[in-house]
T-cell receptor
Framework: DVKVTQSSRYLVKRTGEKVFLECVQDMDHENMFWYRQDPGLGLRLIYFSYDVKMKEKGDIPEGYSVSREKKERFSLILESASTNQTSMYLC???????????FGSGTQLSVL | RKEVEQDPGPFNVPEGATVAFNCTYSNSASQSFFWYRQDCRKEPKLLMSVYSSGNEDGRFTAQLNRASQYISLLIRDSKLSDSATYLCVVNVNTGGFKTIFGAGTRLFVKA
């Protein structure tokens, strides 16, 4: 069965901290995505990657960076966490850009 | 105007009822369509893809109307376990592909 694993379910960080969110998929998918989800706003794309070492900005990349050193792993980095980055972060992968997405269980990040 | 719009609800229906959700999209270059289900504090999971000819999966029926640019989801014989948020998802060909999520429609099924 398909699996996308996010390293933490809940995370509490302080303003200014560097935060790493890890995501691993076991499906050999080329495409991986990071979204954030906020009430009333739906899912918004932060960054995505179509291949190892490749990254593309999504709709809201400011304040974030990503790393894809291996095909199965896609990391989201908050260089200096701020309170407006408190959100649910969802990692996803897909076989092809037009195909369905498989999501990880999400990380609820609180920045205090 | 949002690229993908859904009525946020909530829809409150009794068990056994039939309920329908619509979703409109603005970009005529939209190429693939999905309904996802999301339970409270959980990740979205694919409910069904939506095909041009319409498709059915048990109690769920999805329809696509390209001329009017909307998709629909019909749930028959609602169960308590159908209570969730239903997300409309559209893939748009913008040179590359872009996946756009609706904000979701909340459904509560009551005993």
């Amino acid at each position: 069965d398909v699996k996308v694993t996010q390293s933490s379910r809940y995370l509490v960080k302080r303003t200014g901290e560097k935060v790493f969110l890890e995501c691993v998929q076991d499906m050999d998918h080329e495409n991986m995505f990071w979204y954030r989800q906020d009430p009333g706003l739906g899912l918004r794309l932060i960054y995505f990657s179509y291949d190892v070492k490749m990254k593309e900005k999504g709709d809201i990349p400011e304040g974030y960076s990503v790393s894809r050193e291996k095909k199965e792993r896609f990391s989201l980095i908050l260089e200096s966490a701020s309170t407006n980055q408190t959100s649910m972060y969802l990692c996803a992968s897909s076989l092809a850009p037009i195909e369905k997405l498989f999501f990880g269980s999400g990380t609820q990040l609180s920045v205090l | 105007r949002k690229e993908v719009e859904q009525d946020p609800g909530p829809f409150n229906v009794p068990e056994g009822a039939t309920v329908a959700f619509n979703c409109t999209y603005s970009n005529s270059a939209s190429q693939s369509f999905f309904w996802y289900r999301q339970d409270c504090r959980k990740e979205p999971k694919l409910l069904m893809s939506v095909y041009s000819s319409g498709n059915e999966d048990g109690r769920f029926t999805a329809q696509l109307n390209r001329a009017s640019q909307y998709i629909s989801l019909l749930i028959r014989d609602s169960k308590l376990s159908d209570s969730a948020t239903y997300l409309c998802v559209v893939n748009v060909n913008t040179g590359g592909f872009k996946t756009i999520f609706g904000a979701g429609t909340r459904l509560f099924v009551k005993a």
